[in-house]
């Protein structure tokens, strides 16, 4: 079952399935955000606005209204 990125707990490592909202897809893809890509969450701001998260080698912070969109399943490492 997938989840929104925005749902995950810190220090959970994820994988990209797909996104919900197109308007969006050729920014996060630009920025390494690929379905199939493994990203691990590293940091949540205190109101969860942005959260850091580990993709394709290196650091990213991403707006909430931007990881609500991105739909994710959990895996196990």
Same mark, same amino acid.
């Given at each position: %079952?997938?989840?929104?990125?925005?749902?995950?707990?810190?220090? $959970? $490592?994820?994988? =990209?399935?797909?996104? *919900?909202?197109?308007? =969006?897809? #050729?920014?996060? %893809?630009? %920025?390494?955000? !690929?379905?199939? *890509? %493994? =990203? @691990?969450?590293?940091?949540?701001? /205190?109101? $969860?606005? /942005?959260?850091? !998260? @580990?993709?394709?080698?290196? $650091? #990213?912070?991403?707006? #909430?209204?931007?990881?609500?969109?991105? #739909?994710? *399943? *959990? !895996?196990? =490492?």
């Amino acid at each position: %079952m997938y989840q929104r990125l925005s749902e995950i707990k810190v220090g $959970k $490592k994820v994988v =990209i399935r797909s996104y *919900e909202n197109d308007d =969006i897809f #050729l920014k996060l %893809m630009e %920025m390494g955000c !690929i379905p199939g *890509e %493994m =990203i @691990t969450v590293d940091k949540i701001a /205190p109101f $969860k606005d /942005p959260i850091s !998260i @580990t993709v394709a080698g290196y $650091k #990213l912070s991403l707006r #909430l209204d931007e990881a609500k969109h991105i #739909l994710v *399943e *959990e !895996i196990s =490492i």
